[in-house]
């Protein structure tokens, strides 16, 4: 059974950083598409960061690129989104998604505010 389970959300002050985890159970992480997704309040649900593939394979968001790292710990089960610069457009519910075998899978979400 596919599982994803967020945590790292916090409230943070405006340049600082924060890291994401994300803990999956249930399939590899090397061979699925997985994400970080956000959603701002009224604002539809947005992809952040994606690694895909053996190599790893990673695409970021415009808004993001330079200051956001996803990356995959193997012997945790882990997929991270490391957090630089954060601005007051950055903060939303970040959600981990994954596709296996042809299902969509979430997790509950982790909260990031930015404010200082």
């Known amino acids: 059974q596919v599982q994803l389970v967020e945590s790292g959300g916090a409230l943070v002050q405006p340049g600082g950083s924060l890291r994401l985890s994300c803990v999956a159970s249930?399939?590899?992480?090397?061979?699925?598409?997985i994400g970080w997704f956000r959603q701002a309040p009224g604002k539809e649900r947005e992809l952040v960061a994606s690694?895909?593939?053996?190599?790893?394979?990673?695409i970021y968001a415009d808004s993001v690129k330079g200051r956001f790292s996803i990356s995959r710990e193997y012997n945790k089960n882990t997929i991270y989104l490391q957090m630089n610069s954060l601005n007051p457009e950055d903060p939303a519910v970040y959600y981990c998604?994954?596709?296996?075998?042809?299902?969509?899978?979430w997790g509950q979400g982790t909260q990031v505010t930015v404010s200082s």
């Open positions: 249930g399939f590899t992480l090397d061979y699925y598409f």
């Open positions: 998604k994954a596709h296996v075998d042809r299902t969509d899978y």
């Open positions: 690694i895909i593939g053996l190599d790893g394979t990673t």
